[in-house]
């Protein structure tokens, strides 16, 4: 019961979230240092609650979210975001392998790609001005609102047309559910798109450190024909390899502050054990609403940042 | 004969996922304890916490400019500052999957599962490349 009100009282604050970084200044203001760490620590934390609820990476939030709250340049901002979903997406690999949740078949070929570009992506990202990444980011993180708002997965994939890429490169199973036990016989569908596809993800995670998640699952369910539940561990598996690169990247460039990217690590870590609480009040569709919403406002200040800069 | 005591072959996957579990633990350890020396003024700093606000709203190139923080390879030299052994944490992170790569590129040759071994040694070449830093 307590973890439940906890939960309410954490979806409440985050749908406050948007607010305050609307109204809140960009610039550094008179609080003292320690403040900041422990206010990351906390808006991470919500983060990390509503993208479990949400089945999302919390990369894709807490970018444009922190971005636009925290006197921290973009640089650093999207350092941590990398940082983030690579922890994240490396600590839940092991339960997804064991569980037969993620094909590596998958993952292998299409992180290929992804992992090349984000590279690129982190690179290019590191040499554009602030205003050109600022009016960027606010665009991308619209047109990823809109992909979340329109995005309709499928439980099941249908029939599958055979695919000789998918057939060379092993990319066909059966996948058991461990929650119905029902198995559904599948085979992946459009490779070549779906390389093409990682690619694109990749470059834009590696450029603005959104992790990939948003755009990783419905590439593998809808465009390529794997079960949902399948996408999901296997776009989790797919960011622990792509992020890998673009992370080596923001490394050896300094962009990468401790005092950032620890409290945002921790803070999501912490938020994510009790999301699953918050899926008890919030249905995944609802939280899927209120992190549109974030992002569309989030996005939004990002733009008018960009432009008015 | 196959008697009760005949092993079966350890998958790669599973092998992949044993390193990645090991690999992720010893890495948030390192991460949050050299965090920990950081903040509570164990080791000395860099750039010290309560100087971090003056300097974090800055573009990368003009905080490394201002701070002199090493960029590169160049953290390892200097270890013994708080802030900057936090990188290690991040390095052993971001290289625990080169691990796991690595130590499936084998099996995988020997499985006779050419095209993914060759992915594999693929995906290794990149990720080395991204770790040297040779594309700054």
Request: hydrophobic share 55%; aromatic share 8%; net charge positive.
């Amino acid at each position: 019961m307590r973890r439940r009100a906890l939960a309410a009282a954490a979806v409440a604050a985050f749908a406050l979230v948007p607010a305050l970084a609307w109204a809140a200044p960009a610039t550094a203001s008179s609080l003292p240092w320690w403040a900041w760490p422990v206010l990351l620590f906390g808006v991470s934390f919500l983060i990390g609650i509503i993208a479990v609820a949400a089945g999302i990476g919390g990369g894709v939030l807490f970018v444009p979210i922190v971005g636009s709250l925290f006197p921290f340049h973009l640089d650093f901002v999207r350092g941590a975001g990398l940082m983030l979903a690579l922890c994240g997406a490396l600590s839940a690999s092991p339960r997804i392998i064991r569980g037969g949740l993620g094909e590596m078949r998958m993952v292998i070929p299409l992180s290929l790609a992804g992992s090349v570009a984000a590279m690129v992506g982190a690179h290019m990202g590191l040499l554009l001005p602030t205003k050109v990444l600022q009016t960027s980011l606010g665009i991308i993180v619209l047109i990823i609102a809109a992909i979340m708002w329109r995005a309709k997965e499928r439980e099941s994939t249908g029939a599958q047309p055979r695919d000789p890429w998918a057939d060379a490169l092993g990319m066909h199973g059966l996948f058991r559910d461990p929650k119905t036990g029902r198995e559904v016989e599948w085979h992946a569908r459009h490779v070549l798109s779906g390389i093409l596809t990682f690619t694109v993800i990749g470059f834009i995670g590696g450029m603005f450190g959104l992790g990939a998640g948003w755009a990783n699952v419905p590439a593998l369910n809808v465009l390529m024909g794997v079960p949902l539940k399948l996408a999901l561990g296997t776009s989790g598996l797919s960011i622990s390899v792509i992020n890998t690169s673009a992370a080596w990247v923001y490394l050896n460039q300094g962009a990468l502050l401790p005092m950032i990217q620890v409290p945002a690590i921790l803070g999501v870590i912490a938020g994510a054990r009790l999301g699953v609480h918050v899926l008890r009040i919030l249905t995944p569709v609802t939280a899927r609403w209120l992190v549109v919403g974030v992002l569309v406002l989030a996005g939004a200040r990002a733009l008018l940042q960009g432009l008015s800069s | 004969m196959n008697g009760t005591n005949e092993t079966k072959p350890v998958d790669w996957r599973e092998t992949y996922a044993r390193w990645m579990q090991a690999g992720v633990r010893i890495g948030l350890v390192a991460l949050v304890a050299s965090f920990a020396l950081y903040i509570l003024g164990v080791l000395p700093s860099h750039v010290a916490p309560a100087q971090l606000p003056g300097v974090w709203g800055l573009p990368v190139g003009q905080y490394l400019e201002r701070t002199g923080a090493p960029s590169g390879w160049a953290w390892i030299e200097r270890l013994g500052q708080g802030d900057v052994l936090n990188m290690l944490g991040v390095a052993i992170l971001s290289s625990v999957t080169i691990a796991c790569y690595l130590r499936v590129f084998l099996p995988l040759v020997r499985a006779g599962d050419r095209i993914l071994a060759t992915i594999v040694a693929l995906q290794i070449l990149v990720m080395l490349v991204a770790a040297t830093g040779w594309l700054r």
